[in-house]
């Protein structure tokens, strides 16, 4: 009986420390359709997995601020037609949006959009709308970056969009990275006034969790079993 339990203790202790993904990467999307309203700004948003993910807008990262909701249709608070009411994306897009504020700004001034994750993620996903027209040469092109830090700094993916090369064209871009494997913040690049994001997907990191603790009680479990049948 010694060396039963013995066996076991030495099994449990062979595997102490090792770790196992509780999930595989949970999959979570915030599309702002529930619990906000025109022009109301936005700072931390709780995804549908309780990932805490902050937005803000500004010209860098070090000049920031909330970014603001846009309702569909008009007033215009957006762009340009209604906040996309009407649009071949109209649907997708449901009724509310993140924008970078086409009033606030003014006509001119468009903001990037920054994005950073309580919990990293392994990817990200978003619609962009209204990206570029040809009256804004220098607003065509988005480009969304991914960090390993929260503070924007460290690069580990990118890829670039080419928006609209006509005038008062409303369409919907969609950028995706994947692979990350630990991506704590994002930005996205923007010169065009008047733009808003949507349909944000993410997947967040499975958190580890120790075996040792389940293997421990199971070892007992099994030793105690096996004493009072010898008794």
Do not use: C, H, W
């Amino acid at each position: 009986m010694k060396l039963i339990n013995l066996g076991i203790a030495s099994f449990i202790a062979t595997l102490a420390g090792l770790t196992i993904a509780t999930n595989p990467a949970s999959a979570a999307v915030i599309n702002f359709e529930s619990g906000f309203s025109d022009r109301q700004s936005v700072g931390t948003v709780t995804g549908s997995d309780g990932n805490q993910v902050t937005f803000s807008i500004g010209r860098n990262v070090n000049n920031r601020r909330d970014a603001e909701i846009a309702e569909k249709g008009r007033p215009t608070t957006a762009f340009l037609p209604r906040d996309g009411a009407g649009t071949s994306y109209s649907n997708r897009i449901g009724d509310y949006m993140l924008t970078d504020g086409l009033l606030s700004n003014g006509p001119f001034n468009g903001f990037n959009y920054y994005i950073q994750f309580s919990k990293a993620v392994t990817s990200l996903s978003f619609d962009f709308l209204d990206l570029g027209d040809s009256l804004l040469p220098r607003g065509r092109n988005s480009t969304l970056t991914a960090y390993s830090d929260s503070n924007f700094t460290n690069v580990i993916g990118q890829i670039t969009r080419r928006g609209s090369s006509s005038s008062f064209v409303s369409r919907l871009d969609t950028f995706s990275l994947d692979n990350l494997g630990s991506a704590s913040s994002f930005s996205i690049s923007n010169r065009d006034p008047g733009t808003a994001i949507d349909n944000i997907n993410y997947d967040t990191v499975p958190e580890p969790l120790t075996i040792f603790g389940t293997l421990v009680a199971a070892g007992f479990g099994v030793a105690m079993k096996r004493k009072r049948q010898a008794a």
